[in-house]
């Protein structure tokens, strides 16, 4: 392990470097993020999943880091160019992409001018221009090199400014210098094309739009990112060029007098121009966009796993209503276990509108058979108007019966999946869609984890995102979702079972062979025999995969089968004879001399007075409706309950039971300032909100988290504050500037310390 690599990673985590070293030793052993994190607290002292996956990926970067600079160095050294400048310089990047600029004068380019000025004898001629000659001949110097492939002195003297440029735009020290100025001062413009595709006008307010650099918003980014892909816009950069190029080129004259003082301007100033300062925008442009991408993908990600942890409705039996209008609503009783009892379809949106009563009786007979508790709707197609129909057949029936909007967002794609047909063989694929909206409900990481992330929802321009990228980062989210909740042994699916903690797609297909032929597990100790699953799996998996009324009652517990002897020790020293004994008292004079850690012993405690503990029953479950809202029932000011449907960079999407999901402003969230509204809202939330306004025609609604008279006042307050702020720049521009205080040297301090006390310290 590399020592200062560590210490880097300790400092910018703020943890010491014993964690670091045990982490990733663990990591080295071949032991899962999950595992270190549930069951080796000890030596990582607490570390969470997030913290011990930036310590593997920055290890991983600081040493390809490492190891490029060392080839770096390498191939600088073999065209005998190395210095020892050039070796402190490189030593001291901390980002790969400061080691390529350091390294780019040296490396092998494709044909360019300078490439070929050079290959043609006329570095020399160069090197004497740069050497800044106070007397002499340019002319009767370029005549020199003239030959067969540069046959004049004026295309040598070319040549040779065609080598400077190259080198002003290979100067990484300018590189570096302007591309911050340009970050802090540029402005980034857009056009709008005159044949463009934008007939609906999506990018409207991108057709002539000017923005700081420093200030433009990671969404919008991306909005111009696809805007010109699309061909609707163009983008381009403003600054101060000319400003920048002056000082590339003093930097060349190292303000001397030179007979060839115009070349090196004109040649420097076509550096800048046609090489660098090109470079340098496309640089910020993929820099904005890479800034953007990782926005969106932690955005992504963060919803997925707080739409993944949402509380599964335990105990009840949920009809799941596929809307639709000409091809019917497909419906489907699940159980409690989300076992399909029954499917139908009914039809009761057809224009002539005679299907209705058939479809309610029909409906109302499923409900009463089945004792369905709660009706699962899709939020697509017909939504709305099946809403209305669930809400009227409970009123009218005076059924105790309740129903949520469900999103189905990838409903389809699982639909005509392998592993759908397999389960469904003998179902249409509209009716497999009733059966994932129904799960979805009774419990939404079992049937989520089935689709594709992507097709879930979730997230902002994800059909942008680097494909490799946002695929690890979801993976991820799944991995932390899964084995926080852990999963039942005898129920889980493979696609629930291949994310547990060890396994993968091949040993979660033999857990479920093996149940398929052995029946269900009663011990934690039959999954050795499970084939592709040896003893190291066993360490990784089993404590994350719960066996209910087995033989071995720790077995539904979280505590890991390593532990067993010292819970029962533990159990033992204390006098509890059973698990879910809620109110045990562990007393410290019990447990102290029993051998367990800190960490562990709290784990075990937990588990001991809630063994079936689920991680998702800290969080809301879904809201429950029993009546249909209309949006001309809706009144400025008005106070709802919703669900947060997705959360994005300029607010959060809130279902309150219309058609269409309402929008919270980033700016109607908080009585203070705010950077992201992630900071006050998760999806899967219950808030309530407050109509802000209404637009019936466009059917949407504007919401706020805040009372309309509280933004009111906040807003007033904001106003009167930047007024002030604007009040006294004006009066500090208008009293007498002060002289700027003199600096001081060290040598000068020195001095008059020794005056005032002279030398006896």
Not at 304 to 323: A, N, S
Not at 725 to 741: D, H
Request: contains cysteine; proline residues 3%; negative net charge.
């Amino acid at each position: 392990m590399n020592e200062e690599i560590i210490q880097e990673i300790a400092r910018k985590l703020k943890v010491s470097l014993e964690q670091v070293k045990n982490t990733l030793g663990l990591l080295e052993e071949g032991n899962t993020v999950p595992f270190i994190a549930r069951y080796r607290k000890e030596a990582t002292r607490g570390l969470d999943e997030e913290q011990i996956l930036y310590i593997e990926k920055q290890y991983q970067y600081e040493v390809n880091l490492a190891e490029r600079k060392e080839a770096v160095l390498k191939l600088i050294e073999e065209q005998g160019k190395l210095t020892d400048e050039i070796r402190n310089e490189i030593n001291a990047c901390t980002k790969l992409s400061q080691v390529e600029d350091l390294y780019r004068p040296y490396k092998q380019k494709k044909k360019t001018r300078a490439g070929v000025a050079i290959k043609n004898g006329l570095q020399p001629l160069a090197d004497w221009i740069l050497s800044l000659p106070e007397e002499g001949d340019l002319q009767a110097e370029a005549e020199k090199y003239i030959n067969e492939a540069v046959p004049s002195a004026e295309e040598a003297i070319q040549g040779a400014k065609d080598i400077i440029a190259e080198n002003a735009s290979d100067s990484a020290q300018l590189r570096w210098k302007f591309k911050e100025n340009i970050q802090k001062t540029g402005v980034l413009v857009t056009k709008v094309k005159k044949d463009n595709p934008d007939e609906k006008k999506v990018y409207e307010m991108y057709y002539d739009r000017s923005e700081k650099v420093s200030q433009i918003a990671d969404h919008r980014v991306m909005a111009i990112d696809r805007a010109e892909k699309e061909k609707v816009i163009t983008v381009s950069f403003t600054y101060d060029d000319a400003y920048l190029s002056e000082e590339a080129v003093k930097s060349f004259l190292k303000g001397q007098k030179t007979i060839v003082e115009n070349e090196i301007r004109e040649a420097v100033d076509d550096g800048c121009h046609r090489l660098l300062f090109p470079s340098i925008e496309n640089e910020i442009r993929s820099d904005l966009s890479e800034r953007a991408q990782n926005a969106s993908i932690e955005i992504f990600s963060m919803n997925l796993e707080k739409l993944l942890l949402q509380p599964p409705l335990k105990g009840r039996i949920v009809l799941g209503f596929d809307p639709g209008f000409y091809n019917g609503c497909k419906l489907a009783v699940i159980d409690e276990t989300g076992k399909m009892l029954t499917v139908d379809k009914i039809f009761p949106f057809r224009k002539n509108n005679t299907d209705m009563e058939p479809s309610k009786k029909k409906l109302l007979e499923m409900i009463r058979k089945y004792n369905v508790q709660i009706i699962a709707i899709g939020n697509g197609t017909a939504s709305r108007e099946s809403e209305k129909l669930c809400a009227e057949l409970i009123r009218e029936n005076n059924l105790k019966v309740e129903y949520a909007i469900v999103s189905e967002a990838g409903a389809s794609v699982w639909s005509a999946q392998e592993a759908a047909r397999a389960e469904f063989p003998d179902m249409a694929v509209e009716e497999r869609s009733a059966v994932s909206i129904g799960r979805r409900l009774l419990d939404p990481l079992a049937e989520l984890i089935k689709i594709d992330p992507k097709s879930i929802g979730v997230g902002q321009y994800q059909h942008d995102l680097p494909v490799k990228a946002l695929n690890e980062r979801l993976d991820e989210a799944i991995m932390k979702c899964v084995n926080r909740t852990g999963a039942d042994l005898n129920t889980a699916s493979q696609e629930l079972l291949m994310h547990i903690s060890g396994l993968n797609a091949a040993t979660a297909k033999e857990i479920v062979n093996y149940r398929n032929e052995n029946g269900r597990f009663t011990n934690r100790s039959q999954l050795l025999k499970v084939k592709k699953l040896g003893a190291k799996t066993f360490t990784q998996c089993a404590g994350f995969l719960r066996i209910v009324n087995g033989d071995e009652p720790l077995d539904e517990t979280s505590i890991h089968p390593e532990s067993y002897e010292a819970a029962r020790k533990l159990m033992a020293a204390c006098g509890i004879t059973a698990l879910g004994t809620a109110d045990a008292e562990f007393p410290e004079e019990k447990t102290k001399d029993l051998g367990i850690d800190a960490y562990t012993l709290k784990d075990i405690e937990d588990a001991i007075r809630q063994p079936l503990r689920d991680y998702r029953d800290q969080f809301e479950g879904a809201l429950l409706r029993s009546d249909v809202l209309e949006i001309s029932d809706l009144h400025v000011g008005d106070q709802l309950s919703g669900t947060v449907r997705n959360v994005v960079d300029f607010g959060a999407f809130v279902d309150i039971g219309l058609h269409e999901d309402g929008l919270v402003h980033v700016s109607r969230m908080s009585m203070n300032r705010i950077h992201h509204p992630s900071e006050v809202v998760s999806v899967g939330d219950i808030v309530q909100v407050y109509v802000a306004g209404v637009d019936e025609i466009k059917e949407k609604v504007q919401l706020s988290l805040l009372p309309l008279s509280d933004l009111e006042k906040r807003d007033a307050m904001w106003r009167s504050n930047r007024g002030n702020q604007k009040k006294n720049r004006k009066n500090n521009n208008n009293r007498p500037q002060k002289e700027a205080p003199k600096q001081v040297t060290m040598e000068d301090a020195t001095k008059r310390l020794l005056e005032r006390f002279g030398n006896k310290h």
